[in-house]
């Protein structure tokens, strides 16, 4: 699939399988969350474009290639996104923050919204949408609805677990849409969460069960 990259390295492989561990506290699962974020990330910005700059080392003044054009926007879906941001700001320290409140509905499992906010202007920005989750796929849909709908053109989303039904559906609704998948789980089970998975992340990252 055009614009869907699924993560082969074995840093980010092994980190995920401590994730999945049910043994797994708090503590340790908010690190790997946010360390995992930033090998994705690494991941994912390989293609910011460079511009050569002029440098006066100790030694001679030379042209050296510095991170040129468009500044970043990461944007969490809460709650659970919130675990990835430090991960991304890790690596571009400069980037402005918005945030997408979402939760899903536990039976019919649509997405609910109940707080935005992009920093503005945002149509020049690349924009890394994170959370650890892309279940059915109606938040990231949602999420990236509303970013759209406020201008934003440029947009990269991260996952550290998809289930293949909701990557299909996301891929077909926004394909414009680069995804990042840390890996690419079995499915969905009943209650719409991904089997094997981790569980519920924003439960996991807050220790709220
Ligand atoms: C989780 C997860 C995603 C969403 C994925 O959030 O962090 O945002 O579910 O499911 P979907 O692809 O089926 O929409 P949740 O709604 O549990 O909210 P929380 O982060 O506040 O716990
Ligand atoms: N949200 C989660 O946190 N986990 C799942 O498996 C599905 C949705």
Redo the contacts with the bound molecule.
């Keep these: 699939m055009d614009n869907v990259f699924i993560m082969d390295h074995p840093l980010i492989q092994h980190k995920i399988s401590i994730l999945r561990n049910k043994e797994t506290g708090t503590n340790e699962f908010r690190k790997l969350i946010e360390e995992i974020a930033v090998l994705m990330g690494f991941e994912a910005l390989r293609d910011l474009p460079l511009e050569d700059v002029e440098v006066e080392t100790p030694i001679e003044t030379c042209k050296t290639p510095m991170i040129s054009g468009k500044k970043l926007a990461v944007v969490p ?5 919130l675990g990835m941001v430090n991960g991304i700001t890790t690596l571009v320290p400069s980037a402005k923050i918005g945030h997408i409140g ?3 509905d536990p039976v019919t ?1 649509e ?1 609910h919204e109940y707080y935005c906010k992009l920093p503005d202007p945002i149509d020049q920005r690349l924009i890394v949408m994170v ?10 849909i949602a999420a990236v609805n509303f970013i759209k709908e406020h201008g934003g053109k440029s947009i990269k989303c991260m996952f550290v677990i998809a289930a293949p039904e ?1 990557l299909k559906r996301l891929h077909e609704v926004h394909p414009d849409v680069q995804i990042y998948v840390g890996h690419l789980d079995r499915e969905l089970n009943e209650r ?1 969460y991904i089997c094997p998975g981790l569980g ?4 996991r990252i807050f220790g709220t069960k």
Excluded: I, K, Q
């Design positions: 879906v809460l709650r659970a996104g979402l939760y899903r499992h997405p959370d650890p989750m892309l279940a059915t796929g109606g938040s990231a909701g719409a519920d992340a924003g439960d």
